[in-house]
């Protein structure tokens, strides 16, 4: 029952969204799911619902009749859905937050035990993983994203600002030299963090003028720690946000590199369904990392 509800709220994007690939955009799924989704409420009900074609989609006549009962039938949901919220005055239940390892670690799991201590009704589920996760098919709540966001029907509050400061350890540096201009980056050894938009090129801007620069490395990781720990270690330089490396500035196991230059400064954000949002505990949550990080 659950299975053919969900199906037919997807079914629903797919009328609405007009294609596939529009449903899958909404809903922060891949494409292949929706399309599977809807093949697989088809099959359950026995009939074709849609009439697909290269180039548009449109209902057959008894597609027409589902999707309207679809449609009832959600509105139904939400509405009792959007009552039983309205009376949770205190998050409760279970909490489940999707977040990149490094930046989990380091800020956001000092910050779950006062909040818990907070809200004694209320469970908490931390996955750490540097990949971007399917948050419906996941049931991932709130997903803490740091970098720049793709388009989606994903809803985002940002959490904070964090500059990219471009290091290298001391013995790097002794070995291989400072590099005094952002062009003398071509002939250093990165360590590439294929994780950013543009994991081989960075632009950066001094006095308002701006320089683009290609780099390359034999090295290349998906986790912002595991590039930390490399080039403190002195295999290469590498970009990494403040939150990252600022304790390794500080005492001195990284030097920044060419300060007098800017890279352009890495959002964290908090994402979620926008239909989800007055939830309290998804609500509460965010609010408190805003008031906290």
């Known amino acids: 029952m659950l299975d053919d509800l969900k199906r037919m709220v997807i079914f629903s994007y797919v009328v609405e969204s007009g294609s596939f690939s529009a449903a899958a955009l909404r809903l922060g799924i891949a494409k292949s799911a929706v ?38 039938l959600i509105k139904i949901l939400q509405e009792t859905q959007n009552i039983t919220e309205s009376l949770q005055e205190k998050p409760r239940g279970s909490l489940r937050i999707s977040c990149p390892a490094s930046f989990g670690i380091e800020h956001i799991t000092p910050l779950l035990k006062p909040f818990l201590q907070q809200y004694p009704e209320l469970n908490i589920e931390l996955r750490l993983e540097d990949s971007i996760v ?57 360590i590439i963090f294929n994780l950013l938009p543009t994991p081989f090129h960075y632009t950066f801007t001094k006095n308002k003028v701006s320089k683009k620069v290609q780099v390359k490395g034999r090295l290349k990781t998906n986790n912002g720690h595991a590039v930390r720990k490399l080039i403190c270690e002195g295999a290469g330089i590498s970009a990494l946000t403040n939150f990252v490396v600022g ?47």
């Open 247 to 293: 304790k390794d500035l500080q005492n001195g196991k990284l030097i920044q590199l060419l300060p007098d230059y800017d890279i352009e400064n890495v959002g964290v954000y908090a994402v979620y369904h926008h239909k989800q949002r007055q939830q309290a505990k998804i609500r509460t949550f965010i609010d408190f990392l805003v008031a906290n990080l």
């Open 134 to 190: 399917d948050m419906v098919e996941q049931g991932i709540d709130v997903a803490i994203r740091v970098g720049w966001l793709a388009d989606s029907n994903l809803h985002a509050r940002k959490l904070k600002d964090s500059p990219m400061l471009l290091c290298a350890s001391p013995e790097y540096i002794e070995k291989n030299g400072t590099p005094k201009t952002p062009e003398e980056l071509t002939h250093h050894e990165w």
């Open 35 to 72: 399309s599977k989704h809807v093949s697989l409420l088809e099959k359950h009900s026995g009939t074709h619902l849609l009439n697909r074609s290269t180039r548009s989609l449109s209902l057959t006549d008894i597609g027409e009749t589902y999707y309207q009962s679809c449609s009832q």
